[in-house]
């Protein structure tokens, strides 16, 4: 919910990079709105239900700018990565000890962001989910109101467990589209095509990015080179 925004807020645009936002008609949002969302907290609840397959891919760490993959992170701590590993348990951290640098010399200077989808990412996941839907020009993008540079008071808003999200709409290609146009912008949480092939869910408060699709797209993002993909189910929990 955002019932208190920030004085400094400026008023939200009605483009959102090469998104056009709804001021008004969210039917389109029906879908993952009213789909029998999953428990917050799960992978449906920030996907959506019903897909065949699933996968979770991690946000990388960060070695002078360059993305380093967790498995690179945990095999220097002498841990391991599992399909719903969370962030701190890649260091042996306590979930709590934020005081802590997850970096190792040589190894990691940045720990995985929490967030929407990290740019770089969302570009590598752009060509597989093309390839994977009859409607790559016709998409849907739910993004969370609550991110405080933008007052979204004159947009109206469709809500997902735990979140109120505006509805942006263009093409696949244009979903980067916000931040190469504004480097202070957030991307959208989710995002789907119109012939529902597939929808791609986050959220500020995850280190990873969840893909509900059919298993041969599953199977596509964990043969892409530059995405560290793990399978989950609908009901493991998120992180």
Do not use: K
Request: glycine share 12%; net charge negative; aromatic share 8%.
């Amino acid at each position: 919910m955002n019932d208190y925004p920030l004085v400094d807020q400026d008023p939200a645009p009605r483009f959102y990079g090469r998104l056009r936002v709804r001021a008004e008609d969210l039917s389109a949002a029906d879908w993952p709105a009213r789909s029998g969302l999953g428990a917050l907290g799960t992978v449906a609840g920030v996907a959506a239900p019903g897909f065949a397959a699933y996968a979770r891919i991690l946000h990388p760490a960060r070695l002078d700018e360059r993305p380093v993959r967790w498995s690179t992170v945990a095999a220097a701590h002498g841990t391991r990565v599992t399909p719903v590993t969370r962030r701190h348990e890649v260091t042996g951290a306590d979930q709590e000890d934020t005081g802590r640098s997850d970096g190792l010399p040589g190894v990691g200077d940045e720990h995985p962001g929490e967030g929407p989808t990290p740019p770089d990412v969302a570009r590598a996941l752009l060509p597989v989910l093309a390839r994977h839907t009859g409607t790559p020009d016709r998409c849907w993008f739910g993004l969370w109101n609550g991110y405080g540079r933008w007052d979204w008071g004159r947009f109206a808003t469709f809500g997902t467990p735990g979140r109120d999200e505006v509805l942006p709409a263009g093409r696949l290609a244009d979903a980067v589209s916000p931040v190469t146009l504004d480097e202070f912008a957030e991307l959208p949480d989710l995002r789907w095509p119109q012939d529902r092939a597939s929808i791609v869910g986050g959220d500020v408060d995850l280190a990873g990015t969840y893909v509900g699709g059919s298993p041969e797209l599953i199977a596509d993002l964990s043969s892409a080179a530059d995405l560290e993909v793990h399978p989950v189910a609908p009901g493991d929990p998120v992180g």
